[in-house]
């Protein structure tokens, strides 16, 4: 706990993000820190609540409820009130390889479920977290660790992004000799390529760590796709131990009139190829797809939905809208949403808040289906057509999508990018090894556990649970290295 009265005495504060139409100019990192004082006091808010949901780490009906990682919370929390930075460190890296990209990027399933947060506003767990890290990094507490020994066991990991390389990490750590296999030009996956440079700088906070953990004796291999590149089974020839991390990358596409045409893309295009460019040239090489000037359509209305709104913005986009197929949540939560549930209210992000500042109102429309894309003479988009919808339940209980007669809209469009999420992982690297699947297309592994089909291969992250988060990445990455370290020695150290 913090403060026994602090949650009395102080009121939730955040630092103020850069303004809107000042952080559209560039791609630096726009959340800002709070000072000493302040970031004493939001960890003084931390109160003896008896039980600490904030870190159980459950999947509720209505998701994930505390930490996936089992953050030391309120003793982290603790230490930030009493200025025991270093020793908040020591507690934090205990449970989380990268607090710094979870500080950044989480949605913070913890402080749905803080007990403050039942009757006030939570604690700033996540902030208190990025604090803490940032702080560890500038004062240099955090250090190159190279294994005193090492056990001559060689593990494969396939997969950069969070969970492989939370998974490598581990393995290292137990002296493993660890090398990680990466498709792209850049180690980190979805971390590197995924997610805008606004909201996690890549150079100064990934790749930052990439080169701490080659450091610490972690091989990186990078533009080598595993089934494609290199025959997947050499891996089990070479190594001692296989652990898949390549996530759910396939991305669930629109069946409508007009998909084939010019200027549709995938989200991960978009944002991939932007941030690539960004990286080689400062966008200067025109390799990545521009919105400038352009009509832009965005479908979907996630966490990938609002980066792809707040890189077309950047881009000097004419409009932008953000269709979504889902109704607006509440502001506060619904009954049948209780406390330590995530919370599924109603919020503004980065991308709205700065679509707003430009044109004057947040782009997200809801309860919208497309029907289909018209283009011009040479192939390329020029309006998408869209209908209002309602979803009714038929007497099976089942939710159906019922469109809502006078609705339908023509709507300009220059560029439309779909952002409606992901099946599952590719199947090159399954059917190469044959792998067992469940209904849904993941690699069968039982959760705890990791082991597939085939002995001394293991799967983790999205590749094995489907499309989630970063934290949840990270702990079947920490989980599964436990698993495969068991194997390969009979015995585990690892948490």
């Known amino acids: 706990m913090g403060k026994p009265t602090g949650f009395l005495e102080y009121q939730r504060e955040l630092p103020a993000d850069r303004a809107p139409l000042e952080r559209i100019k560039d791609w630096r990192e726009f959340h800002l820190h709070l000072d000493e004082k302040s970031s004493r006091e939001q ?16 999947v509720l009906p209505g998701g994930a409820s505390g930490c996936p990682v089992h953050n030391l919370i309120p003793e982290w929390n603790d230490m930030i009130f009493r200025g025991l930075w270093k020793e908040a460190f020591e507690r934090l890296r205990m449970t989380n ?10 949605p913070a399933p913890c402080e749905g479920s803080c007990t403050l947060g039942i009757s006030e506003p939570p604690v700033t767990i996540k902030l208190n977290e990025v604090s803490i890290i940032d702080k560890a ?4 507490w955090v250090k190159p660790e190279v294994p005193a020994e090492r056990t001559g066991k060689k593990v494969a990991v396939v997969g950069s992004g969070p969970a492989g390389m939370a998974c490598a990490d581990q393995l290292n750590k137990a002296g493993h000799e660890v090398t990680v296999y990466e498709r792209a030009d850049r180690i980190g996956g979805l971390l590197m390529y995924g997610i805008p440079n606004m909201k996690l700088d890549k150079q100064e906070i990934v790749q930052r760590r990439v080169d701490l953990m080659a450091t610490e004796g972690v091989t990186f291999v990078t533009g ?17 131990a296989v652990v898949l991390c390549a996530g759910a990358t396939q991305p669930r596409d629109l ?25 080689d040239s400062n966008l200067e090489d025109g390799n990545y797809i521009s919105a400038a000037g352009k009509n832009v359509i965005v479908i979907g209305g996630g966490d990938t939905g609002t980066d792809c709104v707040g890189t077309s913005v950047r881009h000097g986009c004419k409009s932008v809208k953000q269709l979504e197929i889902m109704p607006r949540l509440p502001d506060s939560r619904a009954p049948s949403n209780p406390w330590p549930e995530w919370p599924a209210v109603f919020k503004i992000d980065y991308g709205q808040e700065e679509a707003a500042a430009v044109f004057g109102r947040d782009p997200r429309d809801y309860l919208i289906s ?47 990018l779909l952002a409606m999420g992901f099946t599952g992982p590719e199947k090159t690297l399954i059917d190469a090894l044959k792998l067992d699947t469940d209904p849904r297309g993941n690699v069968q592994a039982e959760y705890g556990k990791y082991a597939t089909n085939l002995p001394g291969v293991f799967a983790a992250g999205d590749m094995r649970r489907g499309q989630s988060l970063v934290v949840w990445a990270i702990n079947e990455g920490r989980e599964a290295a ?3 370290d068991r194997f390969l020695m009979g015995k585990t150290f690892l948490p």
Do not use: Y
């Not at 960890?43 to 459950?58: D, L, N, V």
């Not at 029907?371 to 209002?388: A, F, L, P, Q, Y």
């Open 97 to 106: 390889n990268f607090p710094e990209f979870t500080g950044r990027v989480c």
């Open 255 to 279: 069946p409508v009139e007009g998909r084939g045409l010019k200027g549709v893309h995938f989200a991960m295009e978009f944002l991939t190829a932007n941030t690539k460019s960004l990286l």
């Open 224 to 240: 080598v796709e595993v089934g494609k590149d290199i025959p997947a089974e050499q891996l089990r020839n070479d190594f001692d």
């Open 370 to 416: 497309t029907k289909k894309i018209v283009g011009d003479e040479n192939g390329n988009i020029k309006e998408i057509h869209i209908v209002g919808v309602r979803w009714q339940r038929d007497g099976s209980g089942r939710m159906n999508l019922i469109e809502v007669e006078g609705t339908d809209e023509v709507l300009p469009a220059d560029l439309v």
């Open 43 to 58: 960890g003084a808010r931390c109160m003896e609540c008896g039980i600490p949901f904030c870190q159980t780490g459950k």
């Open 137 to 140: 990094f500038e004062e240099g």
């Open 482 to 484: 436990r698993e495969c």
